[in-house]
């Protein structure tokens, strides 16, 4: 069945470095958009960023933007988001998420990976 | 970027009654090739990942019990949980994925009264 698996989260201090992995079985993913979602502490989802299905465009929310890179190996059937000069503001549960036809739902959901910015 | 609102920030509603959540956009997001409106509606449960209930504003997602359902047109959406259960204890989220970046409402808090 189709999975994705975040991984990489932990704690970090801020303006350092973090990079997160989403790792997907179970349906063609070179075929297939993934995003990026993440969750603060008590607060809603926020959109964080998308690529398209072969890695050629990206889009970043603002609050991101310059400090986020979003990328993906189809070979390895994984996407991964380098986070640099982390803010305590990024503390989140990441989710990585399938966007199940160009332009459509993100019908799939990882479990999330908990990222802790705090000195 | 596409500014989407939802009423009321929670509700309280007994067992069996009726839930009506509402979403309204800063802008239209109708695909006229195909009189698509480009929404989503979530169900968010602590712990879990996000549920993707509705798409096309309107469409239910495969699974997804049919007291849930999706309406609207324009800039005004409404989710509605005809028969509420204990189980749909959730927040619930609208989202536009016209263009990016995408955007989510601040979110709905479903409670049993």
């Known amino acids: 069945q189709v999975q994705l698996v975040e991984s990489g989260g932990g704690v970090v201090q801020p303006g350092r470095s973090l990079r997160l992995s989403c790792a997907a079985s179970?349906?063609?993913?070179?075929?297939?958009?993934m995003h990026w979602v993440r969750q603060a502490p008590g607060k809603g989802l926020e959109w964080v960023a998308v690529?398209?299905?072969?890695?050629?465009?990206?889009y970043y929310a603002d609050s991101v933007k310059g400090r986020v890179t979003i990328s993906r190996d189809n070979s390895k059937n994984t996407m991964y988001l380098q986070m640099h000069s982390l803010r305590t503001e990024d503390t989140a549960v990441y989710y990585c998420?399938?966007?199940?036809?160009?332009?459509?739902?993100?019908?799939?959901w990882g479990q999330g990976t908990l990222v802790t910015v705090s000195s | 970027d596409i500014v989407m609102t939802q009423s009321p920030d929670s509700l309280a509603v007994s067992l069996g009654e009726r839930a009506t959540i509402n979403c309204k956009s800063s802008?239209?997001?109708?695909?006229?090739?195909?009189?698509?409106?480009?929404l989503a509606w979530y169900q968010k449960k602590p712990g879990q990942p996000p549920k993707l209930l509705i798409y096309?504003?309107?469409t239910r997602e495969s699974g997804v019990p049919d007291r849930f359902s999706g309406s609207g047109s324009g800039t005004d959406f409404t989710l509605s949980i005809s028969s509420l259960q204990a189980e749909d204890v959730a927040v619930y989220y609208c989202?536009?994925?016209?263009?990016?970046?995408?955007?989510f409402g601040g979110g709905t808090k479903v409670e049993i009264k």
């Open positions: 802008q239209t997001f109708l695909d006229t090739s195909n009189n698509k409106h480009y």
């Open positions: 096309w504003a309107s």
């Open positions: 998420a399938r966007e199940s036809s160009p332009g459509a739902k993100t019908d799939c």
């Open positions: 690529i398209s299905y072969d890695g050629r465009n990206q």
């Open positions: 989202q536009q994925y016209y263009s990016p970046p995408l955007t």
């Open positions: 179970g349906f063609t993913f070179s075929s297939h958009a």
